[in-house]
């Protein structure tokens, strides 16, 4: 991942943020009962729980619903597959979910001053 997105959850106000942006996400997709519950705003905290709700919703429409919506493309998907042949797919997802929401939050932020 981007470290100057992960870092970004260091500053103040921003992991508020993100845990509102994920919960609307999940809430508009109509996964809200698979939403995870973030604690930290740790790395590997954050990958544990994705990693979680994902393997939750399993491979399906729900799922597809979620990528749709936090705007993750079949080719993002496949690009960071092919860069890492070994890695799961969940694994994979969760990191790309928390990047681009992290994105989303810090534009957000970056465009609403």
Not at 8 to 25: I, Y
């Amino acid at each position: 991942m981007t470290p100057d997105i992960l870092h970004s959850l260091e500053k103040p106000g921003l992991f508020e943020k993100f845990k509102a942006q994920v919960h609307r996400d999940f809430e508009l997709a109509g996964v809200i009962d698979f939403m995870p519950a973030i604690e930290s705003n740790d790395l590997d905290h954050l990958k544990e729980v994705f990693f979680n709700s994902i393997v939750k919703l399993e491979i399906g429409n729900a799922l597809k619903n979620l990528l749709y919506r936090i705007d993750i493309t079949e080719l993002q998907i496949k690009q960071a597959s092919q860069k890492d042949p070994g890695t799961p797919l969940q694994q994979i997802l969760s990191e790309l979910m928390i990047k681009r929401i992290l994105q989303k939050v810090v534009l957000k932020e970056l465009y609403s001053k």
